[in-house]
T-cell receptor, first 113, second 116 residues
Framework: DAKTTQPNSMESNEEEPVHLPCNHS???????IHWYRQLPSQGPEYVIH???SNVNNRMASLAIAEDRKSSTLILHRATLRDAAVYYC??????????????FGKGTKLSVKP | ETGVTQTPRHLVMGMTNKKSLKCEQH?????MYWYKQSAKKPLELMFV???????ENNSVPSRFSPECPNSSHLFLHLHTLQPEDSALYLC???????????????FGEGSWLTVV
């Protein structure tokens, strides 16, 4: 699976937007971009995923660069509950090893009140 | 609520004990997974079940024994564990029949296991 690169940590103020970047310069044409987050002492939580077009859901938005070599997870208004480690991972749409999520170190997001 | 429920949330067991972790998913998925997560290692996939059949065993020691009686329930039977098996054990589920969508995996909150 292609690798991703994320900043180790980021800080945000409550109720402000947060843009979490992810670089994946070796992404292949069949790789989907997935984001998960993990709050302290809890299991990972699916956030959003996309292939080529920008995606929105109730939790966040995903902006994907035109060349797909980078993406940005956007939290429109950060809350204290959004403080977590955010993982950007690539998952092959063709024959990838089922369930084999390779989490890197992710970005630890801190939210200040 | 993630739709995947794990019990117990915390378990302390001796090395000679036999215990089981239970997982139930209410999402209508047909694939279920066990993962291990510890401070020393990132997320490790242990077992995969599709339509109740085990399709993946990532070289997991036999002291961990999974059981999947139906598509909604998954167990992990534990016996003669070692202290290094102490970790967070995560159950997850997904659909398994849609190209590109099967890897949207939904996790439970995990079971914290301590082996003493």
């Amino acid at each position: 699976d292609a690798k991703t690169t994320q900043p180790n940590s980021m800080e945000s103020n409550e109720e402000e937007p947060v843009h979490l970047p992810c670089n994946h310069s070796t992404i292949s044409g069949t790789d989907y971009i997935h984001w998960y987050r993990q709050l302290p002492s809890q299991g990972p939580e699916y956030v959003i995923h996309g292939l080529t077009s920008n995606v929105n859901n109730r939790m966040a938005s995903l902006a994907i660069a035109e060349d797909r070599k980078s993406s940005t997870l956007i939290l429109h208004r950060a809350t204290l509950r959004d403080a977590a480690v955010y993982y950007c991972i690539l998952i092959s749409g063709y024959g990838g090893s089922q369930g084999n999520l390779i989490f890197g170190k992710g970005t630890k997001l801190s939210v200040k009140p | 609520e993630t739709g995947v429920t794990q019990t117990p949330r915390h378990l302390v067991m001796g090395m000679t004990n036999k215990k089981s972790l239970k997982c139930e998913q209410h999402l209508g998925h047909n694939a279920m997974y066990w993962y291990k997560q510890s401070a020393k290692k990132p997320l490790e996939l242990m077992f995969v079940y599709n339509f109740k059949e085990q399709t993946e065993n990532n070289s997991v020691p036999s002291r961990f024994s999974p059981e999947c009686p139906n598509s909604s329930h998954l167990f992990l039977h534990l016996h003669t564990l070692q202290p290094e098996d102490s970790a967070l054990y995560l159950c997850a589920s997904s659909r398994a029949d849609l190209r590109g969508d099967w890897n949207t995996i939904y996790f439970g909150e995990g079971s914290w296991l301590t082996v003493v």
